[in-house]
């Protein structure tokens, strides 16, 4: 029997816990009729950073590659991005956010900040960076770094590496 294990201190268990309790929250403040949590990380990283290649948003979303490509595929079809193929690699592609994506993801802005303050809530106001700084250490641990892409000498943008599971 596991008698000495406790689900009570299991981080797995726990992180499985607390992703379900901030997908309700993010669920009930933005409504299931708009973006995703998943959409709008998207959407978040394109406006910031125009004409990202797929790897770079790979790299700094965390969203696998596969589940990435299928993303965009649904969000082009929304008319929420657009994509083409760059001009320093044809075969890949850099993703830009059209008007419609800046609309949607400015209409959700206010409700998605309410939810993160709200997931945030249970914690001591000066526990809160801590938390998220030990998220940080935990999400960088388990994929490529949540950064901007790296640089090349030649002032390109790195092509990014996912770390082997």
Sequence with gaps: M??????DNSPAHLLRRAT?????????????ETL??????????????EGLSQTDLVNMTGIDRSTLADMISRML????LRR??????????SVSI??????????????????????????PSG???????SLTMIAEAGGPEISEPKAKKDGKKAKGKRKKR
């Design 36 to 49: 995703t949590a998943r959409q709008f990380a998207v959407l978040l990283t394109v406006d910031k950073h």
């Design 77 to 80: 079809k929304k008319d929420l």
């Design 127 to 133: 526990k809160r960076a801590d938390f998220i700084k």
């Design 98 to 123: 059209t008007g419609s994506g800046k609309r949607a993801l400015s209409s959700v802005l206010a409700r998605v900040a309410k939810a993160e303050s709200q997931i945030l809530s249970p914690l």
């Design 2 to 7: 596991a008698k000495g294990f406790n689900l």
């Design 84 to 93: 083409k193929r760059t001009e320093s690699d044809a075969r890949a592609n």
């Design 20 to 32: 379900q309790y901030a997908n309700d929250i993010y669920t009930r403040e933005v409504g299931d």
